[in-house]
């Protein structure tokens, strides 16, 4: 049986709760406002903390949900395997003992991967559309795919990058922190970079080295065109992450997408453009759930 606790305020995110899973680990997650939900789900080594400043922006006309995924914030690793499938099904988890409706739920980065590997395994009737925050469907590149990474990562590059935060996962942190963001964001925001290093600095080097694993081996590209549910995709024109024209495939692809880019961002929209960001966000959701709020209520289930 699933447990949730409710712990502590914690100020602007809002109420800290903890939601015991199957294997008995404690996921934390944040609950703030009231209304229609939005789930935020945040990227590889980073926590639902860094949502901290849209969270503030969309809590007086949603009810945000941010849960700290496994190995990453204030939820543990646990016994179960660490892959993106395992983060899928806490998230269905989540959304059942909530019993969560007419959901819009936002991945950024390896968050669009567990909701895509969510709905691959759990259907789609909670949700009532995606945001998906500058993220490639494969982030590898190959011979027949150059939308991956931007710095044209493949199979080779990204076993280095294993060995490489295996090895030293202070300084693969220190190093990996400053491709977040736009390029000049060391030097217009540095509080924002050391803010966001120390909460990297804390993760652990063989999670986060399953994790990367996992996620380079996903191809999401022969799901998107049976994704029929809205979808907002966003990026920054800057990202160091992922080129625009990744995101602009996925608007191409996706059967029902639209895009909003950021010109001031780089990976991270909602750190780098809060305002602007949650703005997009806030508007896309309202338009959607309004028409959506009765067939959800029907189906009442991830599954389909």
């Known amino acids: 049986m699933l447990n949730i606790r409710s712990d502590h305020p914690t100020g602007r995110d809002g109420v800290s709760k903890t939601l015991t ?7 934390a997650y944040r609950d703030a406002g009231t209304g229609p939900v939005l789930l ?4 590889w080594a980073a926590s639902g903390g860094f949502f901290g400043p849209v969270i503030d922006l969309l809590k007086d006309d949603f009810r945000v949900i941010v849960p700290d995924l496994r190995a990453h914030g204030a939820t543990p690793a646990g016994s179960g395997r660490l892959d993106i499938d395992t983060l899928a099904d806490d998230l269905a988890c989540l959304a059942d003992a909530l019993e969560l409706d007419g959901v819009v739920a936002l991945g950024w980065s390896m968050g669009a991967q567990v909701l895509w590997s969510l709905i691959a395994r759990h259907g789609q009737g909670r949700l009532a559309g995606l945001v998906v925050e500058d993220m490639s469907p494969r982030i590898l590149n190959d011979d027949d795919w150059s ?12 076993q280095r990058a294993l060995a490489a935060m295996r090895a030293n996962w202070p300084a693969y942190a220190a190093a990996f922190v400053r491709h977040i963001f736009a390029r000049d964001r060391a030097t217009s925001d540095p509080d924002l970079i050391q803010r966001v290093l120390a909460e990297l600095r804390q993760c652990d080097a063989e999670a986060m080295a399953a994790l990367w694993e996992s ?6 590209r022969p799901a998107l065109p049976a994704m029929r549910l809205p979808v907002l995709v966003t990026w920054g024109e800057a990202s160091q992450a992922y080129t625009p024209d990744t995101s602009r495939y996925l608007v191409d692809t996706l059967p029902n997408a639209q895009g909003k880019a950021f010109a001031q961002s780089g990976h991270a929209p909602h750190l780098e453009q809060p305002r602007e960001f949650a703005r997009a966000v806030g508007h896309f959701a309202g338009q959607v759930q309004a028409g959506v709020t009765h067939q959800n209520k029907i189906e009442g289930s991830f599954s389909s």
């Open 21 to 27: 899973l199957p294997d008995g680990a404690d996921m």
């Open 40 to 43: 935020l789900v945040h990227g």
């Open 147 to 158: 939308l991956g990474m931007a710095s044209g990562m493949d199979i080779a590059g990204s």
């Open 215 to 220: 996620m380079a081996g996903q191809d999401f």
